[in-house]
T-cell receptor, first 111, second 114 residues
Framework: DGGITQSPKYLFRKEGQNVTLSCEQN?????MYWYRQDPGQGLRLIYY???????QKGDIAEGYSVSREKKESFPLTVTSAQKNPTAFYLC??????????FGSGTRLTVV | LAKTTQPISMDSYEGQEVNITCSHN???????ITWYQQFPSQGPRFIIQ???TKVTNEVASLFIPADRKSSTLSLPRVSLSDTAVYYC???????????????FGQGTTLQVKP
């Protein structure tokens, strides 16, 4: 089955550490996105990429970094500069005439 | 992308029809209206999409008046498993070039009671 796989499902980070969240898709979609969701809130865009080797900042990019070396992969790194990283992170992809598909999310907690 | 306004929460009982209305006064001519459903700790899932009048699928119906400044998601005979957050989004036109991002509001939290 085609879809988006996010890993890990749960992630714990110590303060001052960088952590990387994985997002892989086998849908052959060109565009991929990272969203952050806080309790009781909607989704906020962190970064997005419309083609390989290119990406743009979303509304809350500070403290995060991404790469898009392959069409299938769009990893998100939460750096130590992100002061409040505890949240639910969602990856999505998009293709013309297909719409948006979301992964099942990664819950990051700072300990 | 047009801004949307939805009720924060709604309650219903099993077997009832639920209608959730979304306002999008600044919708553009080429914009479509799309609804997503999200369960706790999961990613949003596509429910239905439309441009005007009425669209129906196996899950829901979408009613869009002629001025397109609002839309209503209708869920027939809800069950406990329909308890979720429902998001209304404007701008994801099928077949269009990638617009780059979706704008999610807070959505409507629907609580279905026994």
């Amino acid at each position: 089955d085609g879809g988006i796989t996010q890993s890990p499902k749960y992630l714990f980070r110590k303060e001052g550490q960088n952590v990387t969240l994985s997002c892989e898709q086998n849908l052959n979609h060109d565009a991929m996105y990272w969203y952050r969701q806080d309790p009781g809130q909607g989704l906020r865009l962190i970064y997005y990429s419309q083609i390989v080797n290119d990406f743009q900042k979303g509304d809350i990019a500070e403290g995060y970094s991404v790469s898009r070396e392959k069409k299938e992969s769009f990893p998100l790194t939460v750096t130590s500069a992100q002061k409040n990283p505890t949240a639910f992170y969602l990856c999505a992809s998009h293709a013309r005439n297909y719409g948006y598909t979301f992964g099942s999310g990664t819950r990051l907690t700072v300990v | 992308l047009a801004k949307t306004t939805q009720p924060i929460s709604m309650d219903s009982y099993e077997g009832q029809e639920v209608n959730i209305t979304c306002s999008h006064n600044n919708i553009a001519t080429n914009d479509y209206i799309t609804w997503y459903q999200q369960f706790p700790s999961q990613g949003p899932r596509f429910i239905i999409q439309g441009y005007k009048t009425k669209v129906t699928n196996e899950v829901a119906s979408l009613f869009i008046p002629a001025d397109r400044k609002s839309s209503t998601l209708s869920l027939p005979r809800v069950s406990l498993s329909d308890t979720a957050v429902y998001y209304c989004l404007v701008g994801d036109a099928p077949g269009s070039s990638n617009t780059g991002k979706l704008i999610f509001g807070q959505g409507t939290t629907l609580q279905v009671k026994p």
